[in-house]
């Protein structure tokens, strides 16, 4: 027998009585990494929207509304506000669909006209939301050293049991410090935080429709650009993501941008390299860390190809060569051997979540 769910309730409640809303039924669209919830919302006529779910409690739905202001200004596909409820953590949108980039990256032949598509859309973000931009708090030092802490804290430590011991976060101390003055270096933009391939959503006009931006904060100009070709759930050869570094680059320049126009290829590559260290390092914490607090086991899988970036990337930088000394030796015979055996019990587990 399904339990109550006192907020689906009063979400249908919002839509049919506050709003005068005609619903046949509603459905769950999906939930993501946090609190939220999606649920999608059918009339008579088949029409549906999508309708957040943010407790707020647990989620603030304003950084929500801000950046989808801010992110419509720069001519992006973002889901339309159509009505809000924020003592109750409600908001109505419009719905783009329910296809994922992710989803038809396995068609070779839908692999350039969406990428294409995606970074047209990344450089409208960064070449004509500059003024935007600077509504959004800064990606600084604090905040970057606050991401990459949770490596060692949830990777390492909760999922590989590695006892760190001094030297051991002389490695890592050494290494952020150097990452975050690479970030720091980098000039600044608009910049979504998670923009790749489950964030974007492949609609027929506007493509692509963008979800999930309420963290957004003004950072470093390769954070979005490595975030999508540096995907943590798919990856591509080098050799053609360089060809889209590169193609990107010139897409700033004839936007008039200053960072494309004003920076060497090389240079351009090793930033989006050297933020993109410094994101995967993160990631690695929290994706352990949705498993171990929050009963997530389905991001595992996806730590492979992540540890699998900050492995390749500290192999042609060499101020990250002690970094990556380091890995080899003290996390990857460990990740190599528990990973597995963390995925295997964690699907095995009663009433894992995915």
Known sequence: MTAPDPRLALLAQWLQNDLGRRIARIEV???DASFRRYFRAFDDAG???VVMDAPPDKEDVRPYLRVAGLLESTGVHVPHVHATDLARGFVLLEDLGSTPYL??????????PLYGDALAALSRIQADGR???????????AVLEREMALMPEWFCERHLRLGLDDSDREVLRATFDTLVGEALAQPVVFVHRDFHSRNLMVIPQGNPGIIDFQDALAGPVGYDLVS??????????????????GAYRNRLRAAGFAAGAGSGE???LRWFDMIGVQRHVKVLGIFARLWYRDGKPGYLADLPLTLHYVRDTCGRHPQLAAFG???ERRVVPVFERVNPQVIAAARAAPGAGA
């Open 29 to 31: 669209a999906s939930a």
């Open 131 to 141: 003024e935007a931009a600077r509504e959004l708090a800064p990606y600084d030092a």
């Open 228 to 245: 999508l070709l540096k995907d943590c759930y798919v990856g591509w050869p080098r050799e053609r993501v360089e060809g889209w570094v």
């Open 47 to 49: 029409r549906s929207l």
């Open 266 to 268: 090389a240079e351009f």
């Open 325 to 327: 000394r380091w890995l």
């Open 103 to 112: 989803s038809q990256l396995g068609d070779p032949e839908r692999v350039e």
